[in-house]
């Protein structure tokens, strides 16, 4: 099956601490460095799609940026699912050229969260998840959230801290093969758990990064994606499932909407997770990646944690999974934090990765997370 749209241009900028870096410069660093993976000039460009800023925040965020590119699309709008924006605009960028409505559209993400953000402007921007009437007021916090699942689940499932640490560690030992990776030295379950606790039972090391970094992808429709001049990959599938925003209204602590994101993903592409050869999951936390592992269908309840322990998560295992190192180990930048998934299993695809290749991949699976595990949207592409 074919959704009639192809990621033509793939392109991610420096990542980590990047002084003198802003928001914009970064959107433009990925969108110029993406048309012209693509083969594409600028003025090719019919369509684009931003999503967020926490440095430049902006009610017209994609406006703003075109402003800054001197840029005048047919079509322009910004989208906000917190982590899940990438994928979902990477699915809405396909219907877009599905539909015959662009040609090429330019999908764009990028932050100088980092440097650009002190400590009290990055708590102030979390603190905007929280439930105004129902949480805010008790103090409740992003990590806070996650360590009430994380909780919840390992009470019901017996994961053990260990078992969550072990991701950590997977995580990295990926980092270390990609060279832009904000961190690259080897850790051990031990030094997981020997970290700051930041939120019970997360410590700092089951935590994403903080970094600067943008990212951006050029959707393209079949008879545009022609002429590209780098390999063609297929969306084949996309979905999403959104169960609740705030946790205190989830309907569990335990199932969440990637379960029908994924479902749906799989269905349009044709495929199950057992065909996928390398998945690019959002990973904000480890009990993130273990339960979304888990709900698609990847690993049995508890198991994945286990699976991460004995190699199954790394290049050569059952599923290589976050192969440049994820949120943990290669970047967190806002919106291009989800974002620097999709380029990874673009390069994947492509069969461009160098020492973390894996070897003759031809199916992959995007997933991206928004919220307290509210908004998800699940993409599977294929080497064409």
Request: proline letters at 4%; aromatic letters at 6%.
């Amino acid at each position: 099956m074919s959704m009639n749209a192809f990621i033509t241009g793939a392109y991610d900028t420096a990542v980590g601490e990047l002084p003198g870096s802003s928001c914009m410069a970064l959107h433009a660093e990925a969108a110029l460095g993406a048309v012209a993976d693509a083969g594409l000039k600028l003025s090719d460009i019919d369509g684009v799609l931003c999503a967020y800023s926490f440095t430049e925040p902006h009610l017209m965020l994609a406006s703003v940026f075109c402003e800054y590119l001197g840029i005048h699309p047919g079509t322009c709008l910004a989208i906000q699912a917190g982590g899940a924006s990438a994928c979902i605009m990477v699915m809405q960028a396909a219907a877009l050229v599905a539909s015959g409505q662009c040609n090429h559209v330019l999908v764009v993400t990028g932050d100088n969260r980092l440097t650009g953000l002190s400590r009290d402007g990055a708590v102030a921007a979390l603190a905007e998840v929280g439930h105004p009437q129902f949480e805010r007021p008790f103090g409740i916090s992003v990590p806070a959230s996650y360590g009430l699942v994380a909780r919840r689940y390992m009470h019901e499932y017996g994961v053990s801290r260990e078992q969550l640490a072990a991701i950590a560690v997977e995580h990295r030992r990926h980092a270390a093969r990609h060279p832009k990776a904000q961190k690259r030295e080897p850790i051990t379950v031990a030094d997981v758990l020997a970290s700051k606790p930041i939120a019970e039972p997360l410590h700092l090391l089951d935590c994403c990064l903080i970094s600067d970094g943008g990212a951006a992808l050029v959707v393209s429709s079949r008879a545009a994606a022609r002429d590209a001049k780098s390999r063609p990959i297929e969306i084949l599938g996309a979905g999403q499932g959104h169960t609740h925003e705030h946790i205190v209204v989830a309907p569990s602590l335990v199932d969440f909407g990637c379960k029908a994101s994924s479902r749906t993903a799989f269905a349009r592409a044709g495929v199950n997770a057992a065909e996928i050869d390398v998945a690019e999951i959002y990973d904000s936390f480890t009990i993130t990646l273990a339960v979304e592992l888990e709900s698609i269908g990847f690993f049995e309840r508890g198991e994945a944690g286990q699976a991460a322990a004995r190699g199954e998560l790394g290049l050569g295992g059952r599923l290589p999974c976050n192969t440049h190192g994820g949120l943990m180990s290669y970047a967190h930048s806002g919106a291009a934090g989800g974002m620097f998934h999709a380029v990874e299993a673009v390069h994947q695809l492509r069969g461009d990765a160098g020492a973390r290749q894996v070897p003759d991949a031809r199916l992959a699976f995007v997933h991206g997370d928004g919220g307290i595990l509210s908004a998800h949207c699940s993409l599977v592409l294929g080497a064409h």
